[in-house]
């Protein structure tokens, strides 16, 4: 069964292929240069694993999303 995903742990590998999938349709059917935005999703990523800060979580976390802890202390 599919389930939506209710923390930002699990909403971010969604966004995060959502928006690769995205830029790599753009760079194929609007123009060559939406690649930089392919680059930029791929550099994000592995800035957010050295340092653990992402920008994406940050703002699921603004708009009301919870994190796994949040979820297991039912908050």
Not at 40 to 66: D, E, R, S, Y
Request: charged share 10%.
């Amino acid at each position: 069964m599919i389930t939506v995903p209710n923390s930002t742990e699990r909403a971010l590998p969604l966004f995060a292929g959502i928006m690769l999938l995205l830029s790599m349709a753009l760079t194929h059917w609007v123009h060559a240069d939406f690649i930089w935005l392919t680059g930029f999703i791929g550099v994000n990523l592995i800035q957010a694993a050295f340092t653990g800060f992402c920008p994406a979580t940050w703002l699921m976390h603004k708009l009301g999303l919870p994190n796994e802890r949040q979820l297991a202390q039912g908050k």
